[in-house]
Every structure is written in C-alpha cells, then in structure tokens.
C-alpha cells in the first residue's frame, strides 16, 4: 500500500514553494519550471496589495490567563513537546512535532473557548523553558493539550509572501486563528491536521487540487 504524499505545493504568479512535512525540506521553484508536482496543490490567494515589506508585531496582545486547570494540565503537553523537540535525530524534529500536533485528528472538534484556554494555558506553562519555544512548538503543545481534553484542534501550518515565511497555529470551529497575531491572516494554510493541503473553510477561497 503506498503512503498517501506529505508534500504540499504553494503556486504564487512567480514561483511554486514545496513543503515535505516529513522532513520539513522547502524549496522554492521559478513558476515556469516543468516539474510535477507531486502532492496536494494549493493557490495563493492575494490578500491586497504589498510593497514587499510588512510591520510584524515584535509581541504578542496581553490576555486574561487561562483557568487554573487548564494551566495545570498543559504542563505534561508542554513537556512531552520538549520532549519531541529534543530527542534525536534532530532532523526528524519537524515531521515529529507535526505528527504530535495532529494526534487528536479524530476526536469532536473543540470549541473556540477551549481552543482559547489552550493556547493561554501553554504560552503560560512553556513561559520558564530555557530551550527554543516558537510558533510550531506552541501550537503543537495547544493541540496535544486539547487531545488530552478530547477535542480535536484545527492545527495550522502555512505560508506567506512579501517576504516569504511560515507560521503555525491553532483555529477555531470556524477556521479563523484563537488569540493570534492579525497578520496570520495573511498566511495561506498548507497543512490541517487531515493531511497536506489548505482549510477547506478559508475564508479567502484558497483552492486544493
């Protein structure tokens, strides 16, 4: 039986940028190259126009903190994280977390409010680690956290342009980013917790083929 592709194919009007979750290899192909395309394909959709620069945040909103339990429970999530972002080899770190932040894939979705104590609760357990803590690390944390609650996390991981870059996060039911940054609008969705391709509730209409 062959294994179903990991490979995701992002097609701007200049160039095709190819994801393989299972090394976590990117490249970035001319939009005129001949090559198959092997895997789920998704469009870019603009977003407006760009200048080819754009303001990030440098940190996130302050927000009320997650109930005590919620804290207490992302804990183990956290650590069982850490756990998967240290052990070797190194380069199966990326194709771990994704795998880890997709485990409860087929669990009753959760809520936007539960979705919204996890990730308050994980950024709150993860503040003290003194080891490398971003967006693929927090997100994957959150969606192990709700696992351990019996719900399914809408998991993120997808691309953006003007320059070009990558981020994670969780969504909610209704497929728009929990206690994100605004600019995550911006990125196009690659890979759900289904496999390789974009939210099928995008509300820009990006297309998978």
Not at 8 to 21: K, M, R, S
Not at 31 to 36: F, I, M, N, R, Y
Not at 76 to 91: I, S
Not at 101 to 111: D, E, H, I, Q
């Amino acid at each position: 039986m062959l294994r179903r592709s990991e490979l995701a194919h992002l097609v701007t009007p200049h160039a095709t940028i190819t994801i393989d979750y299972r090394t976590g290899h990117t490249e970035l192909r001319p939009a005129t190259s001949d090559s198959p395309l092997d895997g789920a394909t998704v469009h870019w959709v603009p977003t407006g126009p760009s200048w080819g620069t754009g303001e990030i945040p440098a940190a996130l909103p302050t927000h009320p903190p997650a109930p005590l339990s919620w804290r207490l429970a992302a804990i183990p999530a956290v650590l069982a994280t850490t756990a998967a972002l240290l052990c070797h080899p190194r380069r199966r770190t990326f194709h771990r977390l994704v795998r880890l932040a997709t485990v409860g894939r087929g669990l009753p979705p959760a809520t936007t409010p539960q979705v919204r104590c996890a990730v308050r609760a994980v950024r709150w357990a993860a503040w003290p680690l003194p080891v490398r803590w971003a967006c693929l690390e927090q997100s994957t944390a959150a969606a192990l956290l709700l696992a351990f609650a019996g719900r399914r996390a809408e998991w993120r991981h997808g691309i953006a342009l003007d320059p070009i870059r990558m981020h994670c996060w969780i969504a909610g039911p209704d497929g728009h980013p929990v206690d994100e940054p605004e600019d995550t609008g911006l990125y196009t969705v690659t890979r759900t917790p289904d496999g390789p391709g974009p939210d099928p509730r995008d509300p820009r209409g990006a297309r998978h083929e």
